[in-house]
């Protein structure tokens, strides 16, 4: 994990779910998932917005041309947790399509509009990943 990730997580944890800088402000989770190759657990920083039924999330990696790992961790292992303010969730992760997928994308880029920006840097679909209470 990367020392800007790991300072995002202690600062998170320090401050029920808060963190100042980029994120301040913005709903942050810490998303858990479990290494596709290493089994290792993993937790990911990342912004999310509630929709109804869960909480969307999205594999933008700041435009990038391909995927993040935690996209690949969840396509392997949909089953995660996730810490969301002082509380932790255990969820399930599905890719979202067609209508479902564009609305919760616009209301993103509407509310954030840096996920604009990573969308216009890339040749690839971000895809919008929708965490549901695990039954």
């Known amino acids: 994990m990367s020392d800007w990730n790991d300072k995002i997580i202690e600062e998170f944890r320090a401050n029920d779910g808060r963190v100042g800088g980029n994120f301040e402000g913005a709903p ?3 998303l858990h998932t479990v ?3 290493t089994g ?4 990911h920083p990342m912004m999310y917005q509630q929709v109804d039924g869960g909480y969307a999330v999205f594999a933008s990696k700041g435009g990038a041309p391909t ?3 935690w996209y690949h961790n969840l396509l392997a292992s949909p089953r995660v947790k996730a810490e969301i303010g002082t509380g932790t969730v255990e969820l399930v992760a599905r890719v ?4 479902e997928r564009d609305r919760i994308w616009t209301a993103q880029k ?5 996920f604009a920006d990573y969308e216009s840097k890339t040749d690839r679909q ?5 965490l549901e209470p695990a039954a």
């Open 96 to 99: 979202t399509e067609g209508e």
């Open 28 to 30: 942050l989770l810490l």
């Open 126 to 130: 971000i895809p919008v990943v929708l």
């Open 67 to 69: 995927n993040p790992d």
């Open 35 to 37: 290494g596709a190759r």
């Open 40 to 43: 290792q657990e993993r937790v």
């Open 110 to 114: 509407a509310a954030y509009p840096g």
